[in-house]
């Protein structure tokens, strides 16, 4: 089945055209980070109206970029929640619009869904499998025992992991978002310089809080006496970034042995992060586990990774409405019941 797969749930307006759920023929993300750069974060409305302006040209470019025309898609797919829902709003209405005029089916998938299943567009990883969600708004870990059959074995309390990259990121001065640039130059810096706190390491559950982590680092920069700099700031973002993904990975793992599953998947935003990649892959071959990760361009927003649910659901005939509605939170393990 060929089908048109749309995101807008945040501040990536993206399109893409996906072949049985496998085989990715486009991909087209038009960021509005520099728009919201100099805010500090994502600015809602202005996330709306900047959607707006885009959803059509991707699309456009989707279609020609893959080499079809709105004739040949057999289904469309789109972001239903969780998001900003002025942002979720206009994805949906733009899917309706086609699926009414084009008289083609229509399903919403759900935002993070699209992240955990991301790897399948380019490896097979049988079910069932843990997944590490580690984005902007997620640190959750998810069972997924089949597309649609979700459970939820832990979440944060506070702050998302990618939350805490950007927040840190800010404090040390690094611009918004600053996950990527706190990756860079931790490579550089010796991660056991500062000892940051490792929140519920030792808690017997798998939920995350990494608001801690932040107020540490808020303290360690108004003890010095000036901005931090060269050596120094490495030092600090190796540091933090240890905390975070020892956190992530500990917990991961633990996971993955109370749970009995042999295959991890760590997608999302934060997902690109090398220390994570770095550490998540040896711990994963001292237990005789296999990870995966997407590729960058898979972890971060796109649409191309809905189309590996919405391919399926659309096959199945699990088909929306024209009042399908955004779902500003939707928890993934109640998809299954919601889909219409
Ligand atoms: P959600 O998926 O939870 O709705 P989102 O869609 O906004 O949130 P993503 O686009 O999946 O989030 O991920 C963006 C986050 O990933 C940002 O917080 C960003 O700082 C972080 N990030 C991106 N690259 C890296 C990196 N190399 N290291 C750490 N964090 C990173
Ligand atoms: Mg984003
Ligand atoms: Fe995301």
């Given at each position: 089945?060929?089908?048109?797969?749309?995101?807008?749930?945040?501040?990536?307006?993206?399109a893409?055209v996906?072949?049985?759920?496998?085989?990715?023929?486009?991909?087209?993300?038009?960021?509005?980070?520099?728009?919201?750069?100099?805010?500090?974060?994502?600015?809602?409305?202005?996330?709306?109206?900047?959607h707006m302006?885009a959803?059509?040209?991707?699309i456009?470019?989707?279609?020609?970029k893959?080499?079809?025309?709105?004739?040949?898609?057999?289904?469309?797919?789109?972001?239903?929640?969780?998001?900003l829902?002025?942002?979720?709003?206009?994805?949906l209405?733009t899917?309706?619009?086609?699926?009414?005029a084009?008289n083609?089916?229509?399903?919403g998938?759900?935002?993070?869904?699209?992240?955990?299943?991301?790897?399948l567009?380019?490896?097979?990883?049988?079910?069932?499998?843990?997944?590490l969600?580690?984005?902007?708004?997620?640190?959750?870990?998810?069972?997924?025992?089949?597309?649609g059959r979700?459970?939820?074995?832990?979440?944060?309390l506070?702050d998302?992991?990618?939350?805490a990259?950007?927040?840190?990121?800010k404090?040390?001065?690094?611009?918004?978002p600053?996950?990527?640039?706190?990756?860079?130059?931790?490579?550089?810096?010796?991660?056991?310089a500062?000892?940051?706190?490792?929140?519920?390491?030792?808690?017997?559950?798998?939920?995350f809080?990494?608001?801690?982590?932040?107020?540490?680092m808020?303290?360690?920069?108004?003890?010095q006496?000036?901005?931090i700099?060269?050596?120094?700031?490495?030092?600090?973002?190796?540091?933090?970034?240890?905390a975070?993904?020892?956190?992530?990975?500990?917990?991961?793992?633990?996971?993955?042995?109370?749970?009995?599953?042999?295959r991890?998947?760590?997608?999302?935003?934060?997902?690109?992060?090398?220390g994570?990649r770095?550490?998540?892959?040896?711990?994963?071959?001292?237990?005789?586990?296999?990870?995966?990760f997407?590729?960058?361009?898979?972890c971060?927003?796109?649409?191309?990774?809905?189309?590996?649910?919405?391919?399926?659901?659309?096959?199945q005939?699990?088909?929306?409405?024209?009042?399908?509605?955004?779902?500003?939170?939707?928890?993934?393990?109640?998809?299954?019941?919601?889909?219409?």
């Amino acid at each position: 089945m060929l089908v048109l797969t749309i995101e807008s749930s945040c501040d990536e307006t993206s399109a893409a055209v996906v072949r049985d759920g496998q085989q990715v023929l486009a991909n087209i993300v038009a960021s509005q980070v520099d728009v919201h750069a100099r805010y500090g974060g994502v600015v809602p409305e202005l996330a709306s109206r900047k959607h707006m302006q885009a959803i059509s040209v991707v699309i456009d470019e989707a279609l020609e970029k893959a080499g079809v025309t709105l004739d040949d898609i057999e289904g469309i797919a789109v972001t239903r929640g969780p998001g900003l829902v002025g942002a979720l709003l206009v994805g949906l209405a733009t899917a309706k619009a086609l699926a009414f005029a084009r008289n083609i089916p229509l399903v919403g998938v759900h935002h993070m869904e699209g992240h955990i299943l991301a790897p399948l567009l380019e490896q097979e990883v049988a079910f069932p499998y843990l997944a590490l969600a580690v984005s902007g708004g997620h640190s959750h870990l998810y069972r997924v025992d089949g597309i649609g059959r979700y459970q939820i074995l832990g979440r944060t309390l506070d702050d998302a992991a990618g939350e805490a990259f950007d927040k840190v990121a800010k404090l040390l001065g690094l611009g918004y978002p600053g996950g990527a640039v706190v990756d860079r130059l931790a490579a550089e810096g010796d991660p056991a310089a500062i000892d940051f706190p490792r929140p519920l390491l030792h808690k017997d559950n798998f939920d995350f809080s990494f608001s801690g982590i932040k107020t540490a680092m808020l303290y360690h920069v108004k003890a010095q006496s000036g901005p931090i700099q060269g050596q120094q700031l490495k030092d600090v973002a190796a540091s933090f970034q240890q905390a975070v993904v020892e956190v992530l990975c500990k917990k991961t793992l633990r996971a993955a042995r109370q749970f009995d599953l042999q295959r991890i998947v760590v997608a999302g935003g934060v997902a690109c992060n090398k220390g994570l990649r770095r550490m998540m892959a040896e711990m994963a071959a001292e237990q005789g586990r296999e990870v995966f990760f997407p590729s960058p361009a898979l972890c971060q927003d796109n649409a191309a990774m809905l189309g590996v649910a919405g391919n399926a659901y659309l096959e199945q005939g699990l088909c929306a409405d024209l009042d399908l509605n955004a779902r500003v939170n939707w928890p993934l393990d109640q998809v299954g019941a919601t889909l219409d």
